[in-house]
């Protein structure tokens, strides 16, 4: 008997966090909605690491782009 994974995978749209250029993201999540992995689908992004969400910049922009937006996400207090 093949036994198969109760995790769903599902295809979204998330944007640049920098820029908000939109890219196709295949996404895995537990039966609860904790996310368990992710990919950038489209050509010229990749995936900025975050436990709870997928997080996208394109390939162009510098770590100090990126880290601004993390220094940012973290000031603010998440619902």
Not at 30 to 53: A, E, F, M, N, Q
Not at 62 to 74: F, M
């Amino acid at each position: 008997m093949i036994k198969t994974s109760k995790n769903k995978n599902v295809v979204e749209i998330h944007g640049c966090i920098v820029c908000a250029r939109l890219f196709n993201v295949l996404a895995v999540y537990t039966p609860d909605g904790r996310l368990v992995d992710c990919t950038v689908t489209s050509p010229g992004g990749h995936i900025v690491s975050d436990d709870k969400h997928p997080l996208v910049a394109c390939e162009h922009h510098t770590a100090r782009e990126i880290g601004a937006y993390k220094i940012w996400k973290s000031q603010n207090v998440e619902n």
